[in-house]
C-alpha cells in the first residue's frame, strides 16, 4: 500500500488521500470538513437551545444557591453551586462546538427562557428548590437524549459532546433524588 493510498479498516476500499487534502484546502467551512454529514442548521438550533437551558439551569442554581437558608442547608447549597459551575462548564462546551460548525452561540438574555428546555424557578423553600432542580434535570436529560437521537450519526463529535453532558444531568438528577429521600 502506498502512503497516500492507505486501505480502510474492513473492506471499503481504498482511503483517496488526494481528495481529502484538496477538500481540506477548502477553508470556508473552518472545522467542518466536506464529508461531514449532519444537517448543520439543524444541529446548531438544537445546540443553541441546549445552551439556553445550560444557562437558566446555572442561574436557577446560582439562586437557589444564594437563597437557601440555614446551616442544616450547607450541603445542599454546595450541590447547588457544584452543580451550577457544571452546567456553566456545558454551556461553556456547547458555545464552543456551535463555532466549530461555523454557526453563532445565541446569548440572547430576553429570549433564554423562551428557548429553554427547562423551567426558571424562585422556590423559596429547600424542597421546593430540589423538586425544581431534579424535573429541570430530567427535562434536560430527555432533551439530549432525543438531540442525540436526531443527530445519530451523522455528527459525531456532537453526538458525543451531547452523551458526555448527558451522564452529568443523569448524576445532577440522582442527585437532587438523593436529596429528596
Known amino acids: 500500500m502506498s502512503k497516500n493510498n492507505t486501505e480502510a479498516a474492513g473492506n471499503h476500499g481504498p482511503i483517496d488521500v488526494q481528495a481529502i ?11 467542518v470538513p466536506s464529508g461531514y454529514k449532519g444537517n448543520r442548521e439543524e444541529i ?12 437558566v439551569c446555572v442561574m436557577r442554581y446560582k439562586r437557589h444557591y444564594y437563597t437557601a437558608t440555614g446551616m442544616v442547608n450547607e450541603s445542599i447549597k454546595a450541590e447547588f453551586l457544584e452543580h451550577a459551575t457544571q452546567e456553566a462548564e456545558h454551556a461553556d462546551r456547547i458555545a464552543e462546538r456551535i463555532v ?4 453563532e452561540p445565541d446569548f440572547t438574555p430576553a429570549t433564554l427562557t423562551d428557548r429553554s428546555h427547562a423551567e ?8 421546593g428548590m430540589i423538586r425544581a432542580n431534579l424535573i429541570a434535570e430530567r427535562v434536560a436529560i430527555e432533551s439530549y437524549r432525543q438531540m442525540i437521537e436526531r443527530i445519530g450519526d451523522t455528527d459525531p463529535t456532537t453526538k458525543h459532546l451531547l452523551i458526555d453532558i448527558m451522564a452529568v444531568e443523569e448524576e445532577h438528577a440522582d442527585d437532587m433524588k438523593d436529596l429528596l429521600d
Open 21 to 31: 487534502r484538496k477538500a481540506a484546502r477548502k477553508l470556508d467551512n473552518g472545522a
Open 44 to 55: 446548531i438550533g438544537m445546540l443553541n437551545d441546549a445552551l439556553a437551558t445550560e444557562l
Open 100 to 103: 466549530q460548525l461555523n454557526g
Open 120 to 127: 426558571y424557578d424562585d422556590s423559596t423553600d429547600i424542597k
